[in-house]
């Protein structure tokens, strides 16, 4: 007999749902992944980073909510900017305003970076994602993920 | 004048969903992982592996075809092999069937984490992604990635 706290064992389809998403991100992910490391020697996660750096005023953000702009935990994140900082992409420095808290900032090297490595980042979503989505089935899947980020998003970082 | 060369870049929509699905297959990810391997020592690759072999005949498959079939790169199969074989999780051993090639084999004890760690990954993937998906998007998502995962498999491995 079947309890409440019965593992939910997924349906079949379910289950080939979730095993091609596990495969379509694995893929896609590894193939975006490469091409920016071999041309711009960026990762797809550090690319994100420069990308809200970016857009923000004075290309600047602070460090705890670039974490929770880019879904990362403010370890990992930390980690990210201080490779970046390495390279002379990003530097790091005290928030102008109130003199709270750390903010990473986008050099002009940085930015000239995130600008030849966007075209290959665009090409690639383009080529290996939308190219192979049918237009409404895309948009389904981004409100799918738009929720589960609104449902863990902030949670356990 | 945009030539045929031109970087394809993003509609607004295009561009929310790309960071809907970047920001949520983040979140999904890493939750489903921090949960196995709080609970049982296994990552979401290792267990997708542990999976496919319990699967097949003899719990064993080719390391070339469990590559293929994880979607992973075969360094990458041969090193979370090496990984789970430390921990007994796995064995190694030529394929009986002709003599060529390599294969994992599930152990006994293998088995065992991997009956445990179903409960707590399937849980997972159900609260955290099914829950917080509308049925009809959840399957367009799945038309999606299986796109993705043909297009783009076992290219370039």
Not at 14 to 33: A, E, H, K, N, P
Not at 95 to 114: I, K, M
Request: hydrophobic share 40%; aromatic share 6%; with cysteine.
């Amino acid at each position: 007999m079947e309890t409440k706290t019965a593992t939910p064992w997924l349906t079949p389809e379910q289950q080939r749902v979730w095993r091609s998403f596990l495969g379509g991100t694995t893929v896609l992910m590894d193939r975006l992944d490469r091409d920016l490391r071999a041309t711009h020697g960026l990762s797809v996660p550090e690319y994100e980073i420069l990308v809200r750096l970016s857009e923000a005023p004075g290309r600047s953000i602070r460090m705890a909510e670039l974490a929770a702009a880019v879904a990362h935990s403010r370890s990992r994140v930390t980690h990210t900017i201080a490779r970046l900082e390495r390279e002379n992409i990003v530097v790091r420095g005290q928030c102008s305003e109130d003199g709270r808290g750390v903010s990473a900032v986008l050099t002009d090297h940085g930015f000239s970076v995130l600008e030849a490595a966007a075209h290959t980042h665009v090409q690639g979503v383009h080529d290996y994602l939308i190219e192979n989505a049918d237009a409404a089935d895309f948009v389904a899947m981004g409100r799918v993920m738009q929720n589960v980020v609104e449902a863990l998003h902030g949670k356990n970082f």
